[in-house]
């Protein structure tokens, strides 16, 4: 058995997350598949909130594993890069340790991105099924996917997928009560009640355009068995903290846009997807570290039938065509929220802040992508 071991993952399984399948997908499915390849796991059950969090923050081998698998949503996959994040060497890691996703969550917006590059069907099943097969696959390739420098009023965090507020950052947190019954579904529903009952929040929103600078993002294609972390560190630079796209003392920088005004919506992604439905921003590539932002003043919308318009028009991809939503390619962003009772959202997380800047990086994580 030792001789024919492939290599080994660290498995975190969320027994609660999306409709609470996860322990019975992995005893099924995945934990024998995984055997059959020889490919050996350790599994932490997650018993709440910074589980996962505080084992990747301490834990003193993971240099020893092949990668990282989640059974879970993109919120665990939040809260493992954040574990990361407090390490000396979590910079190092970040590129070298591959996470791969077996879609448990309700909301897999990076599994998605990552599987729509190579086609597969943005259905349940086609993205449960290829998932699967990537997760448990000796072949298994990991490839970069860039990250972003998040500051809020206390807190420094690694994010991958999405900045809200507004409008879906609100149909996504108020709707989390519908998770069990209706998975998915459940922003289509919330999305309903919500323009019913449209609210608009003042705000300050700054920020600058996107300017290539001469860099070239490319992306690190590797095969997940071929090393182990610790030998894939060995080999990388000695990269210690973030490498901004926009440093301080750069001044080729654009100059900052500022808007203050009465917000409906602001919505910044950094992946093309962020659910399984169509893509959100279908020019945003994995590797690309530019941030799709996209915001809707109140002072632009006629009627709460335009709401309702745009939250179809996601459905079909036309949302951004609509002439009262607004879009750019920023480095940075920064929102200094105005007003009480609203969510800024981070990666589909909750997090308790009056503002919150995110930096465009040169930093990148790998997630499990294809199979060779
Ligand atoms: N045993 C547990 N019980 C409750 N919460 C947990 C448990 N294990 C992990 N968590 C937390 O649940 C969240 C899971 O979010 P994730 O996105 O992965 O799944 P989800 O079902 O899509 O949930 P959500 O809709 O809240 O994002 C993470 O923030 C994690 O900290």
Not at 29 to 54: C, F, M, Q, W
Not at 63 to 74: A, M, P, T
């Amino acid at each position: 058995m030792q001789e024919t071991c492939r290599g080994s993952l660290l498995v975190f399984l969320n027994p609660h997350s999306g409709k609470g399948k996860s322990l019975e997908t992995f005893a099924h499915t995945v934990g024998p598949k995984l055997d059959r390849n020889s490919i050996r796991y350790e599994v932490v059950i997650t018993t709440g909130p910074n589980h996962a969090r505080n084992v990747l923050m301490t834990k003193t081998d993971l240099e020893k594993f092949n990668g990282v698998l989640i059974l879970s949503g993109d919120g665990l996959v939040f809260e493992a890069l954040n574990g990361i994040l407090c390490r000396d060497d979590a910079f190092r890691i970040f590129p070298s340790l591959p996470i791969g996703i077996v879609p448990s969550g309700s909301g897999n917006g990076l599994l998605c991105s990552v599987l729509s590059k190579y086609g597969t069907k943005m259905t349940e099943k086609s993205v449960m099924d290829r998932a699967l097969e990537i997760a448990t696959s000796p072949a298994a390739r990991a490839e970069s996917v860039a990250l972003y420098s998040v500051k809020t009023d206390n807190e420094t965090f690694a994010a991958f997928l999405s900045i809200g507020w507004g409008l879906m950052a609100d149909i996504d947190i108020e709707s989390e009560k519908w998770r069990k019954s209706l998975g998915a579904h459940r922003f289509t529903v919330g999305g309903f009640i919500r323009s019913c009952n449209l609210r608009s929040y003042k705000g300050r929103l700054t920020y600058r355009i996107y300017e290539q600078k001469g860099f070239e993002p490319s992306s690190n294609v590797f095969g997940v068995y071929d090393k182990t972390t610790g030998q894939r560190m060995e080999e990388s630079e000695d990269i210690d903290t973030w490498q901004l796209h926009d440093s301080p003392e750069d001044s080729t920088s654009s100059e900052e846009v500022v808007i203050e005004d009465d917000f409906i919506n602001v919505y910044a992604v950094t992946l093309s997807h962020i659910a399984s439905d169509g893509p959100f921003a279908p020019s945003a590539k994995l590797e690309d570290n530019r941030i799709h932002l996209s915001y809707i003043l109140w002072k632009d919308i006629g009627t709460r039938v335009d709401i309702a318009k745009f939250l179809l028009a996601i459905e079909n991809q036309t949302h951004l065509d609509l002439p009262f939503v607004k879009r750019v390619e920023v480095s940075s962003m920064k929102l200094e929220v105005l007003s009480d009772g609203s969510y800024v959202v981070l990666d589909g997380e909750v997090v308790e802040t009056k503002t919150i800047q995110v930096s465009a990086t040169r930093n990148n994580i790998c997630v499990f992508s294809s199979t060779a």
